[in-house]
């Protein structure tokens, strides 16, 4: 499905839902050839945000699930901790602030990386992106987009990731 018609605008103090030229098809309605393959047509996997910004976390979190996306929610790389290990299903990808109070996502992400080797990880962060890219062991330089971003941004990059088969959080912690 082509997004080039979607747009959201996300404000600090709400969210309007997106408006698309055409329905967005849930992954039981899109014909498959592989009936067994997970067909997504904008989004069906599970997220784990990992936000410290209240506002920014619930306006992603409500654009995210009208994607079609199951969002899991943390204030923190602590609390990502608490609601991954009480989730016992697969995490497809998490996305996750680099900075944070208590800890930073790319330390996060290495600590999920043992008991979520398979999941995909893409790093936010307002800060310049030297500074974000130096918090942790895991290479984030494929996996970042700088704040402010758009949300159809986001929304192509999330696909991005789950579609190209970025290495997983285990590959990466391995090469750091």
């Not at 069906?44 to 409500?62: G, M, S």
């Not at 995210?64 to 989730?87: P, R």
């Not at 990731?161 to 290495?167: K, Q, R, T």
């Amino acid at each position: 499905m082509d997004l080039s018609g979607c747009t959201a605008n996300l404000g600090w103090e709400q969210l309007s839902k997106s408006t698309c030229r055409e329905p967005i098809r849930r992954a039981a309605e899109v014909p498959s050839s592989k009936p067994a393959e997970k067909l997504c047509a904008i989004g069906c996997e599970t997220l784990l945000l990992v936000e410290d910004e209240a506002t920014v976390r619930q306006a992603t979190l409500e654009f995210l699930t009208l994607q079609g996306y199951i969002v899991l929610e943390a204030k923190n790389g602590v609390d990502a901790l608490i609601v991954s290990g009480n989730y016992r299903e697969p995490i497809d990808m998490m996305i996750t602030d680099v900075i944070m109070p208590h800890m930073g996502g790319a330390k996060l992400a290495e600590q999920m990386a043992m008991d979520r080797p398979f999941m995909k990880v893409l790093f936010v962060s307002g800060y310049a992106e030297t500074t974000a890219l130096r918090q942790g062991a895991i290479d984030v330089t494929k996996r970042f987009l700088q704040k402010p971003f758009s949300l159809k941004t986001l929304a192509w990059k999330i696909r991005e990731i789950l579609e190209a088969g970025l290495p997983a959080l285990a590959a990466s912690a391995s090469a750091g």
